[in-house]
C-alpha cells in the first residue's frame, strides 16, 4: 500500500491567493482527520470524516478554510483567501474506525 | 472538554540516558497511543495500550497504561541518536484521538 497521499508537497504562495491541499487517504480507510502543525501551537486537527461525512469541524479556523470529502479516495483543505499566519505543515491522516491514524508526510506551506 | 496533558515538553539527556515522558488525561480514555515524529517527519504510530495497568515493551522502549486509564507514560532505556524526535501520546476518543502536545526528546552533543 502507497499510504496517505498528499500533494503539494510544498507550497509557496502571496497573501490573498487561494490555496488546495490534496490528500489520498488509505484505501480500505473509513475515516479521514486534516492536522495543522507549528512551531507555536503543536499539532491542532482542523476537521474529520467519518464515512466522507464531516463529523467536526470545530478545529477550522475560520471561514477561510474549507474542507471537502466528495469520495472515499480524495479530501481536500481549502483556503481563501490566505494569510501568512496560515503558515504551517499540513498534515492528513486515515484511520479505519477511528483507530490507530497513519498520516501522510504533509505540505509545507508558506504565504508571504 | 477532553484534554490531555503531556510533560515535560522538551527533555535534554546525553546519549545513553534514560528518557520518560508521562501523560495525563482528563476523563477515563479507552484505549491510549503512542507517535513519534521524527525532525521534518510526519508523526508515526508506535503503539496502542487499552488494558488497565497495561505494559509494552518495545526493545529499549516501555510503555504504560495506568489502572484508571486516565494516565501514561513512555520510557526509552539509554537513549541512542535515532530516537531523536518528539513523542504523542493521544487518547481514544470515539472516531477521534485527543493529543497531547508531545515532548521532545533532545540528545546533548
Known amino acids: 500500500d502507497a499510504g496517505v497521499i498528499q500533494s503539494p508537497r510544498h507550497e509557496v504562495t502571496e497573501m490573498g491567493q487561494e490555496v488546495t491541499l490534496r490528500c489520498k487517504p488509505i484505501?480500505?480507510?473509513?475515516?479521514l482527520f486534516w492536522y495543522r502543525q507549528t512551531m507555536m501551537r503543536g499539532l491542532e486537527l482542523l476537521i474529520y470524516?467519518?464515512?466522507?461525512?464531516?463529523?467536526?469541524d470545530s478545529g477550522m479556523p475560520e471561514d477561510r478554510f474549507s474542507a471537502k470529502m466528495p469520495n472515499a479516495s480524495f479530501s481536500t483543505l481549502k483556503i481563501q483567501p490566505s494569510e501568512p499566519r496560515d503558515s504551517a505543515v499540513y498534515f492528513c491522516?486515515?484511520?479505519?474506525?477511528?483507530?490507530?491514524?497513519?498520516f501522510g508526510a504533509g505540505t509545507r506551506l508558506s504565504v508571504l | 472538554g477532553q484534554q490531555v496533558m503531556q510533560i515535560p515538553q522538551y527533555q535534554h539527556v546525553q546519549e545513553g540516558e534514560d528518557f520518560t515522558t508521562y501523560c495525563n488525561s482528563s476523563?477515563?480514555?479507552?484505549?491510549i497511543q503512542w507517535y513519534k515524529q521524527r525532525p521534518g517527519g510526519h508523526p508515526v504510530f508506535l503503539i496502542q495500550?487499552?488494558?488497565s495497568g497495561e505494559v509494552k515493551k518495545q526493545k529499549r522502549l516501555t510503555f504504560q497504561f495506568g489502572e484508571a486509564k486516565k494516565n501514561s507514560s513512555l520510557h526509552i532505556t539509554a537513549t541512542q541518536t535515532t530516537d531523536v524526535g518528539t513523542y504523542f501520546c493521544?487518547?481514544?476518543?470515539?472516531?477521534?484521538?485527543?493529543w497531547g502536545a508531545g515532548t521532545k526528546l533532545i540528545i546533548k552533543p
Open positions: 484505501s480500505g480507510h473509513n475515516s
Open positions: 491522516a486515515s484511520s479505519l474506525n477511528g483507530n490507530i491514524q497513519y
Open positions: 476523563t477515563t480514555l479507552s484505549n
Open positions: 493521544a487518547g481514544g476518543d470515539n472516531y477521534q484521538l485527543i
Open positions: 495500550l487499552v488494558k
Open positions: 470524516f467519518n464515512n466522507n461525512v464531516p463529523i467536526d
